[in-house]
């Protein structure tokens, strides 16, 4: 189901989306949304909304139960084609393309868009598809929050990447952040290849890049708090860094400690594949130094 986004999407009518929609709002007030909500919230009369919402449901976008009264819920699934929806009709998506992978806690698709029509990448988050207390024990930001729902946790895992990029693009060798809605972002390609998946020629020149742009977010404050070679892409031009969601400001409390974590993922890789050696705390001293002058 959630690999044919781009079908779900296309195969939804537009009162589809407005009950889609009504339903999403009235979660915050309602467990299950009754009908009378949505039929008020739309203004289709209940007869109407009540047969859109069996078609819905048969969909598999959304959910009903009739323990207590008739009321429904969104699934995950509805609400990936909600942002899809909102990117298309602001532009930043003119057409979805191809899957171009599956990651831990995120779907990501190709696409074009924009006036010029140019590739893009979209990347959903799915974080709250995972238990939430796994999410919670994993997203330190999301511990003050008693109640979580996959809604919530998803959206602001997005919102989080998209405010990191905004931040540190084009300061930082980052993909440039493009839009966001709900549990999505859409952001340009990535240039080349993941460090993790290729030889590289000049491993102490890359290393340098690397740290270069290590160096660059920190002046600007962020630390990624998920730096490995499965989260970098190189190329002939230097590197780029992403998958930001979990990155942390210097006012962390761990913030040295992080970014330390960061820096010993790089060296050992780089000391393990390359034999290239670098002095951790040399390393360390060199970012420190540049943070506090600031
Ligand atoms: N802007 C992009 N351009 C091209 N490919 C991308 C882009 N963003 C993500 N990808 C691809 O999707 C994969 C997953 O993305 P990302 O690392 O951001 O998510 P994740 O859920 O944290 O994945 P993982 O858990 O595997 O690290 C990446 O390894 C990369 O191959
Ligand atoms: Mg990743």
């Known amino acids: 189901m959630l690999e044919n986004i781009p079908d779900t999407f296309l195969n939804t009518t537009s009162k589809e989306f407005r009950v889609l929609i009504a339903i999403e709002n009235n979660m915050k007030f309602y467990e299950w949304v009754p009908i009378d909500e949505i039929s008020g919230f739309t203004k289709y009369n ?8 069996f078609t819905l449901a048969k969909k598999k976008l959304i959910q009903r139960n009739i323990a207590a009264y008739e009321g429904y819920k969104i699934y995950f699934e509805a609400y990936y084609i909600l942002a899809l929806k909102a990117f298309v009709e602001r532009g930043s998506v003119n057409a979805i393309g191809d899957f171009v992978g599956v990651g831990k806690e995120s779907r990501v698709y ?29 997203r330190e930001h999301l511990e003050d929050r008693k109640h979580l729902s996959w809604l919530y946790a998803s959206r602001l895992a997005a919102k989080r990447e998209y405010d990191a990029l905004k931040l540190l693009y084009p300061n930082v060798s980052v993909p440039e952040p493009i839009d966001h809605n709900r549990n999505a972002i859409v952001m340009s390609v990535l240039k080349g290849k993941a460090l993790a998946h290729t030889q590289v020629d000049e491993p ?20 990624h708090c998920d730096l490995s070679e499965f989260n970098i892409f190189v190329n002939p031009q230097g590197c780029e860094i992403f998958d930001w969601p979990q990155y942390v400001t210097f006012s962390h409390p761990n913030a040295e400690e992080l970014l330390h974590r960061d ?21 360390m001293n060199s970012i420190m130094e540049l943070c506090q002058k600031k």
């Open 46 to 53: 209940i007869k109407e909304t009540g047969h859109i919402l």
């Open 110 to 138: 190709s696409a074009v868009g924009g006036l010029t029509n140019r590739e893009v990448i979209i990347k959903f988050h799915t974080e709250g598809q995972m238990s939430f207390k796994k999410v919670r024990i994993k």
């Open 204 to 223: 102490e020149w890359y290393l340098d890049e690397i740290l270069a742009q290590v160096k660059k977010a920190a002046q600007i404050g962020l630390i």
């Open 263 to 283: 820096v010993d993922n790089i060296l050992t890789f780089f000391k393990k594949k390359y034999r290239v050696k670098r002095d951790i705390t040399e390393v």
